[in-house]
């Protein structure tokens, strides 16, 4: 072969591999999964629902949201956990998948700090307490009142044992001082259904189950469980103004398995943060009751650790028992 054609033939060899080298690099080349571990419907489902669009106008391919419900948020979870951890395979978790069921499962799939990285903290979502109008009560401290004047006649639904409904509830009661009975239920919805009729009196849920029945006349919100009020429902006080050190902040985020590559979870962060703050985004979140955050994955991954100790900490001193994931 003369020189001159094996010059070329090397330079296309050597430009085909550098093209090869860049189609390799350029994320994403193909579509993403976006793990949903609840039911649609939900405010998990409708945080992806809401990302996916501008997730795909910002980097080129489809996000496809999937359902995969089951084991309160273990199924899908594990699947990601399991996933090779190229980007292609997101999950969006919540505080309770990632820093509650460590402590209240046996034999758990995953750890919910462990075996994930940490990409984006989206927001946290307003969490209520609500109870039902025909309680004789207007703010915490009434309510705390007719409690302790009607011990064990109060009762209050959750969506299943170990639940945030169920945590919140049953922290209340120990830091009050009250007594009150669990209804738990097979889900938020039918908990939300018989707190609106009456068979049950009280329930802390996310105001995107809760507001819309507040607005009907249907509940009354007494307080918001976070730590400090709420931009968005400034003047209704926190649980904490009558129960000092009473907290519940309700996070969901994006992560995907362990080990990540940084740069992958750089590029995930900024586009995801930026569709954070999209008018249309904050507009939408606002509206049912949830304040979107920006944070790098290292100060995610901070909250996500703390919260995982904090929580372990509070279920064994409530005494919540365990059962097999």
């Not at 359902?67 to 594990?78: E, F």
């Not at 209340?172 to 097979?186: K, S």
């Not at 398995?257 to 985004?281: C, F, H, S, Y």
Request: aromatic share 6%; net charge neutral.
């Amino acid at each position: 072969m003369p020189q001159i054609t094996r010059r070329a033939a090397l330079a296309t060899t050597l430009v085909l591999a550098a093209q090869a080298a860049g189609a390799q690099e350029r994320y994403p080349s193909r579509p993403v999964s976006i793990i949903v571990p609840w039911a649609a419907g939900g405010t998990t489902d409708i945080l992806a629902r809401v990302l996916a669009e501008p997730l795909r106008r910002a980097m080129g391919q489809p996000f496809v949201v999937e359902n995969r419900s089951g084991a309160s948020g273990n199924i899908g979870s594990n699947a990601v956990a399991r996933a090779r951890p190229d980007g292609y395979a997101l999950l969006f978790g919540s505080m309770s998948t990632h820093a509650m069921n460590d402590a209240l499962f046996n034999n758990m799939p995953f750890n919910g700090v462990e075996d994930f990285t940490p990409i984006a903290l989206l927001a946290f979502v307003l969490n209520t307490m609500v109870i039902h109008p025909s309680v004789p009560a207007n703010s915490v401290a009434e309510f705390i009142a007719y409690c302790k004047a009607n011990p064990g006649k109060v009762a209050y639904a959750s969506a299943g044992p170990g639940s945030t409904n169920h945590l919140c509830a049953a922290m209340f009661a120990r830091m009050a001082g009250i007594e009150m009975v669990h209804v738990p239920y097979r889900g938020g919805a039918p908990a939300v259904q018989d707190t609106v009729a009456g068979q049950t009196q009280l329930l802390f849920s996310a105001g995107t189950q809760t507001l819309s029945h507040v607005r009907d006349g249907r509940l009354k919100l007494l307080a918001v469980t976070e730590g400090r009020r709420s931009s968005l429902l400034p003047d209704v006080p926190t649980v904490a103004e009558t129960v000092p050190g009473y907290e519940m902040a309700v996070w969901y985020g994006v992560l995907g398995p362990k080990g990540m590559p940084q740069d992958l979870v750089a590029q995930l962060n900024t586009e995801i943060n930026k569709a954070m703050l999209l008018p249309e985004v904050k507009d939408r979140m606002a509206a049912i009751g949830v304040e979107v955050v920006n944070e790098t994955p290292v100060a995610f991954a901070t909250t996500l650790r703390a919260d995982a100790e904090k929580w372990s900490r509070a279920i064994r001193e409530l005494g919540i028992g365990m059962t097999d994931a």
